[in-house]
């Protein structure tokens, strides 16, 4: 005889199906972030579990229980699968979060063209096989004023697409101050030995004259490159050879002068309080021959890398057969046009969200905080607002800070287990924590996300304020 605190054990037949488990209302959400196959493999997982444990249970756990298990076995299984987050870091560019975010005409135009057939390198005119869409060339003429452009996968490959195409076998003179590694692994010296070209430093870390690049010309030069720090400032005893000298320089020797902008910027930052960052119509018109950018900086728009400038440098570009391995695809090319045309359109500053994320006024992000806190402090969240910084990111004018309205909560328990609560809810929070505050700055939050930031904030407290 057994007694009663012993686990009796359960029968077998009273444990759900795979069906029945699919079809409640628990696992369907799984099913729809996860697949049939995935789902129904874990459930089977999950089950032979309980099977084997059977005898040695008090009773069979519920439908609830066991969707729970399941979910929790395919978080672990499957922890990088894509999902949207609210980015509460107030970083516009959050290189880890994807970068920009696309205006709702670049979407349209993706929704619109992406599940049919479009004349992608189609000339109607003459029925011909044409060149790749056309149309980026002429809106970047149209807004830069270049003679020429193309487009391919990101601004690396833009890079080296330019000195393999321009400068294999040969040297680009390039200054040691200039020698940056940008973000996650794009080294200036890395990519030029990567595309067979002999790097020729000149200057020194913090001093190069156009003199510098002049000496240093022979008859094995092949180009002039200057690159963007982009994430790097040097300050004090500095100076460098402006784009102009360059571009004068390159006239006298006949070389062409190329330009790694970076960001590619097509509006002035300093309308916004930020340093002015070099403009891509600004670098043409102090007279690089090639100007290269990323399309998902400043620009807003899908990840590219933007090339713009004379068109006999393009044409070698286009000819080469690196062009045809980092050519960019087709619903990026469709985005980047939709992206390009806000800019023409002049509402540019309304509809790509990165720039209408930098207008937002402190004032305009104070209001939202205000209303997103109510509702957390009526439910006992202790929220205040207070003053603080937002930053560009993404390589983008380091050091440089817009003023904003912060959200500080002041959680009961650890602040980082509440950033990791957050960072863990579905769809995730991202958030930083600044002296015990949990900081969450909605100048990088949709608007349409506020209240579900509410009940984001709300749930990651209370299970907090469970765990006590
Ligand atoms: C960001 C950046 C790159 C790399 O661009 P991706 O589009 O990320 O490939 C290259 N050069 C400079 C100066 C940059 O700022």
């Given amino acids: 005889m057994s007694r009663s605190d012993e686990p009796q054990g359960f029968s077998l037949r009273l444990l759900p199906s795979v069906e029945k488990l699919l079809a409640s209302p628990e696992i369907m959400p799984l099913v729809a972030r996860y697949s049939h196959t995935l789902v129904t493999r874990a459930i089977q997982q999950v089950l032979a579990e309980l099977r084997r444990d059977a005898p040695v249970r008090h009773a069979v756990p519920s439908k609830k229980d ?77 807004l830069t004023g270049a003679e020429d452009a193309l487009a391919v996968n990101n601004n690396a490959a833009a890079v080296l697409l330019i000195l393999v195409a321009l400068a294999h076998g040969k040297e680009a003179i390039v200054s040691r101050g200039e020698l940056v590694q940008i973000g996650g692994g794009f080294r200036v010296p890395e990519i030029m030995a990567q595309s067979g070209v002999i790097l020729r430093e000149v200057g020194t870390t913090n001093r190069t004259s156009v003199g510098d690049y002049a000496q240093a010309i022979s008859g094995n030069t092949a180009i002039l490159l200057k690159v963007h720090p982009s994430n790097f400032i040097q300050r004090g005893f500095v100076c460098d050879a402006s784009l102009a000298e360059l571009a004068e320089l390159g006239r006298v020797y006949s070389l062409p002068v190329v330009y790694d902008l970076g960001s590619g910027a097509l509006l002035d930052s300093a309308v916004y309080g930020l340093r002015h960052e070099p403009t891509v119509q600004e670098a043409l018109r102090d007279g690089a021959d090639l100007v290269s950018f990323s399309g998902d900086k400043l620009l807003g728009g899908p990840q590219a890398g933007i090339v713009v400038g004379r068109s006999s440098c393009v044409q070698l570009l286009l000819k080469h057969p690196f062009f045809r391995v980092a050519r960019l695809d087709k619903l990026s090319s469709v985005a980047l046009a939709a992206t390009l045309r806000h800019y023409l359109n002049n509402d540019a500053v309304e509809q790509v969200p990165v720039w209408r994320m930098m207008a937002l006024t402190p004032s305009e992000i104070a209001r939202r905080a205000e209303a997103v806190a109510a509702p957390l402090k009526a439910r006992g969240v202790m929220a205040e607002i207070r003053e603080g910084c937002s930053l560009v990111g993404g390589g983008s004018l380091p050091e440089e800070t817009l003023p904003t309205a912060l959200l500080a909560l002041k959680p009961n328990g650890n602040p980082e287990d509440f950033v990791r609560r957050l960072r863990l809810a579905d769809p995730p929070l991202i958030a930083r924590i600044e002296d015990g505050r949990v900081l969450l700055d909605l100048r990088t939050v949709m608007a349409e996300q506020d209240n579900l930031i509410v009940s984001l904030v709300i749930e990651a407290w209370l299970q907090g304020v469970g765990n006590c």
Wanted: net charge positive; aromatic share 4%; proline share 4%.
């Fill in 66 to 142: 066991i969707a729970a298990q399941v979910a929790r076995l395919l978080n672990a299984q499957w922890p990088g699968f894509l999902s949207h987050v609210v980015n509460a870091t107030g970083i516009i560019l959050h290189t880890n979060l994807g970068r920009a975010p696309l205006s709702s005409g670049a979407l349209e135009a993706i929704a619109r063209l992406g599940g049919t057939y479009l004349n992608l390198e189609s000339d109607l005119d003459t029925g011909e096989r044409g060149a790749r869409t056309p149309e980026l060339r002429r809106l970047l003429n149209a």
